[in-house]
């Protein structure tokens, strides 16, 4: 196995001698055996051990093993206890979803400029993958445990327990045994003591002919992850809020491919159905997701953060001001009439003769007419938004620059023609927006 192991450790990293690993130990067999495996290689692993302090006197002395294993291996530990009960009532989650995120979390803020290593085997990608079919996952579920994950790896992935109890054996190497193992009331271990071995009473190599079916859905899953990365780059395009995709290049792509595309934004399978109907339905037809909203724009799918409507209403009487507001932030500036004005859509030069203080900025239009310079008579801001084909996302963010007797600005797109600069015109008020 010592072979194997250092074979596998290469492909991963050519230079692994000079690599800082970290070990995910718990003392049980399979960390025990992956610790020996990199001290026979002559590298000096940092242990990580998290005691959760749910099997009272056994977890107390699961750390102290650690401890003394470091010590007389003369290796650096960290031993990190959580009150994970508590954590998990306060948080309402089960305590084994708990463990593994404060274990993780942990973990993160401790190996940020190394490797993680975890001792997470073939049988445990096995276990895995029923636990993962019997929750009726996708196919990406079905590949199990990922060999790599940002700075995880699981070297052991493709060794079987057998070989791991083999070497524990052949090497006399001691380990703590957890107790919770044992109890089939955690679905993992009901799989691993009663499913698994009834298979293998039927198959007795079972767990090594899972393995290449489940490479085969690893490499199909790679290649749907790339195919869509490949999709993305063609076709998703960036607004500063939102991302859209035109119609055209999603109306004829499988299922299992939109599932894929638009997992990052919440769509799951039972909202395909009503994916698909939003890419036939009229305009201004919205699909939400608990994360994202969907909205059918012409030839266009738009995408946005699902947030609510946020009503927004600002005085100012400081026309040298700059203002933030949760959309963008507004500056005033004042000019001579003799001022070099440089004419942008982000930037309004009007006739501050005729302001009158003090102005509103807002995103409440209702009703609100203006005359659009350039344009002939006045028109509501809804219909202007509407002919210059601007989605929901961009109208629940478009400003509105007001004084006490009108509309100065619709914010980066027309001034009010009763402020355009004149002649006779003293003083300019220069405002421009950012987002």
Request: proline share 3%; with cysteine.
């Amino acid at each position: 196995m010592e072979k194997l192991f250092e074979s596998i450790l290469k492909a991963f990293n050519p230079t692994y001698k000079k690599q800082v690993f970290y070990i995910a130990i718990s003392g049980g067999k399979d960390s025990m055996v992956l610790t020996h495996l990199l001290l026979k290689l002559n590298l000096k692993p940092i242990l990580l051990h998290c005691n959760f302090n749910l099997r009272g006197q056994e977890s107390i002395e699961d750390a102290l093993f650690i401890k003394k294993f470091a010590e007389a291996h003369q290796l650096t530990y960290f031993i990190k206890s959580f009150d994970t009960l508590q954590i998990a009532n306060a948080q309402k989650k089960n305590i084994q979803l708990t463990a593994r995120d404060i274990r993780y979390q942990w973990f993160s803020e401790m190996t940020e400029e190394g490797i993680l290593l975890t001792a997470h085997h073939l049988n445990d990608k096995v276990e895995t993958f029923h636990i993962h079919t019997l929750r009726g996952t996708g196919l990406k579920g079905l590949t199990s445990i990922p060999a790599k994950r940002d700075n995880i790896f699981r070297p052991l992935l493709n060794i079987s327990s057998k070989q791991i109890e083999k070497y524990i054996n052949d090497h006399d190497i001691q380990y703590r045994q957890d107790s919770s193992n044992a109890k089939l009331k955690y679905r993992r271990n009901n799989i691993r003591h009663a499913v698994i071995p009834l298979l293998e009473s039927i198959t007795p190599d079972y767990i090594e002919k899972m393995k290449p079916l489940m490479d085969e859905l690893s490499d199909v899953d790679q290649y749907i992850t790339e195919q869509v990365q490949l999709f993305e780059n063609k076709h998703k395009k960036q607004e500063s809020n939102y991302v859209y995709y035109p119609l055209t290049c999603l109306s004829n792509l499988a299922d299992f491919f939109l599932i894929r595309l638009f997992k990052d934004f919440g769509v799951q399978r039972a909202q395909i159905s009503s994916l698909t109907k939003l890419l036939n339905a009229t305009n201004g037809a919205i699909l939400e997701t608990k994360t994202h909203t969907f909205l059918k724009d012409r030839s266009q799918i738009q995408i946005q953060p699902k947030t609510d409507f946020l009503e927004f209403t600002l005085q100012i009487t400081d026309l040298s001001a700059t203002i933030k507001t949760p959309f963008g932030t507004l500056h005033f500036e004042t000019l001579a009439p003799n001022e070099t004005m440089q004419f942008e859509k982000n930037a309004a030069y009007l006739n501050k003769d005729l302001i009158v203080l003090p102005l509103t900025l807002t995103n409440v239009y209702k009703n609100t007419k203006f005359h659009p310079f350039g344009m002939k008579g006045k028109k509501r801001i809804s219909d202007y938004l509407i002919d210059h084909k601007k989605s929901i996302f961009e109208k629940n963010k478009q400003l509105l620059l007001k004084d006490q007797s009108g509309v100065l600005w619709l914010v980066n797109e027309r001034i009010d023609d009763k402020y355009q600069i004149q002649n006779n015109t003293n003083k300019i008020l220069r405002v421009t927006y950012s987002e």
